[in-house]
C-alpha cells in the first residue's frame, strides 16, 4: 500500500526557511509525480509544486523564487524547502502523488510566529 | 490563474440526490477532478479528469462536464457524506482549487 507521511518542525519564525520531508512507503519516488500542496486556514487550498520521476521539478509561479523541492531517492523520501516565509505561510502542508493526487500524506500543520 | 468557483454550502437529507457545482474562469478541457475531505484528515481522490471514479470510491458519487463547467453527483446521499468537497483543475498551469462546498446533512 502506498503511504506518504509529512514530517518538519510545526513552527517557524518569521523570515526563515520551512523545511518538510516525505516520507514513501509502498511505492518508489522514482516513479510518477510528487508534489506539495497547502491548505490555509479557511480552506483555501494551493498547490505548490512537484518532483518528477526523473528529478525535474515545477512550481507554482507564485512561490517560484522562494519554494524549491528536491528529493533522496536512497531514501525514498522528498522535501519542500520554502524561503522568507511570513505569516500568510501558516497552513496545513500536504504531499501527494500525482496531480490529482490519489495518496496523500496526512499532512502537518506549520504556523509562521515570532 | 484559472479560479474555480464553488456554492460555499449545500444541506440536504439522508437518501437525497445532491450535485455540488465547480465553474472554472476559463475552459479547462475536462481535466477537472473532485475531492472529499472530513475535518483532521487529507483529501480524498473521489473523481478524476471530469467523470472518472476513483478506485474504491462508491459509485454513489458520480462526475459530469467539460469546458468550464463541472458537477459533482452524491446519489444516494449518506450521514457519512458530511465532509468538504473540493474540485481542482490540472488543464492551465499552475493547478488550481476551488474554495470547497461543505456538505451538511439535515
Known amino acids: 500500500e502506498v503511504q506518504l507521511q509529512e514530517s518538519g518542525p510545526g513552527l517557524v519564525k518569521p523570515s526563515q526557511s520551512l523545511s518538510l520531508t516525505c516520507s514513501v512507503t509502498?511505492?518508489?519516488?522514482?516513479?510518477?509525480?510528487w508534489g506539495w500542496i497547502r491548505k490555509f486556514p479557511g480552506n483555501k487550498m494551493e498547490w505548490m509544486g512537484y518532483?518528477?520521476?526523473?528529478?525535474?521539478?515545477s512550481y507554482n509561479p507564485s512561490l517560484k523564487s522562494r519554494i524549491s523541492i528536491t528529493r533522496d531517492t536512497s531514501k525514498n523520501q522528498f522535501f519542500l524547502q520554502l524561503n522568507s516565509v511570513t505569516t500568510e505561510d501558516t497552513a496545513t502542508y500536504y504531499c501527494?502523488?500525482?496531480?490529482?493526487?490519489?495518496?496523500w500524506g496526512q499532512g502537518v500543520m506549520v504556523t509562521v510566529s515570532s | 490563474d484559472t479560479v474555480l468557483t464553488q456554492s460555499p454550502a449545500l444541506a440536504v437529507s439522508p437518501g437525497e440526490r445532491v450535485s455540488i457545482s465547480c465553474r472554472a474562469s476559463?475552459?479547462?478541457?475536462?481535466?477537472m477532478h473532485w475531492y472529499q475531505q472530513k475535518p483532521g484528515q487529507q483529501p480524498k481522490l473521489l473523481i478524476y479528469?471530469?467523470?472518472n471514479l476513483a478506485s474504491g470510491v462508491p459509485a454513489r458519487f458520480s462526475g459530469s462536464g467539460s469546458g468550464t463547467d463541472f458537477t459533482l453527483t452524491i446519489d444516494p446521499v449518506e450521514a457519512d457524506d458530511t465532509a468538504t468537497y473540493f474540485c481542482?483543475?490540472?488543464?492551465?498551469?499552475?493547478?488550481?482549487f476551488g474554495g470547497g462546498t461543505k456538505l451538511e446533512l439535515k
Open positions: 501527494a502523488r500525482e496531480i490529482p493526487g490519489d495518496y
Open positions: 509502498g511505492y518508489s519516488i522514482t516513479s510518477n509525480y
Open positions: 518532483i518528477s520521476y526523473s528529478g525535474s521539478t
Open positions: 476559463e475552459g479547462v478541457n475536462s481535466y
Open positions: 479528469k471530469a467523470s
Open positions: 481542482q483543475q490540472s488543464w492551465n498551469d499552475p493547478p488550481t
